[in-house]
């Protein structure tokens, strides 16, 4: 089964009718809808390199040189895939009842001594990335580290060259920071 890049395109444009819509979210996924939605977005950034991975809105997982990175649209680049983008982007900390209070109005704003909301924007095109909601102080969250490699090669079946080590190296980077605080 197949459907359509321009079916796909207004798909996630949120352009299909709904009755469309429906049919495709009803059946099982298509055999090829991964590689038609990468080339949808591939032929949406200006940037050359090779898209890996969608990683969310704006974010893509990048093949560039024998690297792999996190690149938004926009061309700004994060760094490794498994260094949390989240370290390399602008945080803003929505930390006390009057920043809270512009989203969570009135009776349904947190207590800011337990809950801050965290806005990340990219340095690069200024949009905003994500937000968490999270207890004060807690960690900066790793939402997705995918093992590209086993993707490819267990479930694609065409095993990307150079593979490269699985590992969560986010704190690699917040110990080189602490290292330069020394
Ligand atoms: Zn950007």
């Not at 060259?161 to 969560?168: A, G, T």
Request: hydrophobic share 35%; with cysteine; net charge negative.
């Amino acid at each position: 089964m197949s459907y359509s890049k321009e079916d796909l395109r207004d798909l996630y444009d949120g352009r299909l009718p709904w009755h469309k819509t429906f049919e495709i979210m009803s059946k099982p996924k298509d055999d090829d809808r991964f590689d038609k939605y990468v080339e949808i977005l591939q032929e949406r950034v200006s940037y050359p390199e090779r898209i890996l991975l969608p990683l969310g809105d704006h974010l893509n997982v990048v093949q560039k040189g024998g690297e792999r990175i996190v690149k938004c649209d926009c061309g700004h680049e994060f760094g490794d895939w498994r260094k949390n983008w989240k370290l390399n982007a602008l945080i803003f900390a929505r930390d006390d009842t009057e920043k809270l209070e512009e989203v969570y109005p009135g009776l349904k704003c947190p207590d800011p001594n337990l809950c801050e909301v965290r806005e990340f924007y990219c340095p690069g095109c200024g949009n905003l990335l994500m937000v968490e909601a999270v207890p004060v102080g807690y960690p900066l969250i790793f939402d997705a580290l995918p093992d590209i490699d086993a993707f490819y090669r267990e479930w694609l079946g065409r095993p990307l060259p150079e593979e490269q080590e699985f590992r969560d190296m986010t704190y690699e980077v917040t110990g080189e920071w602490g290292r330069e605080l020394e």
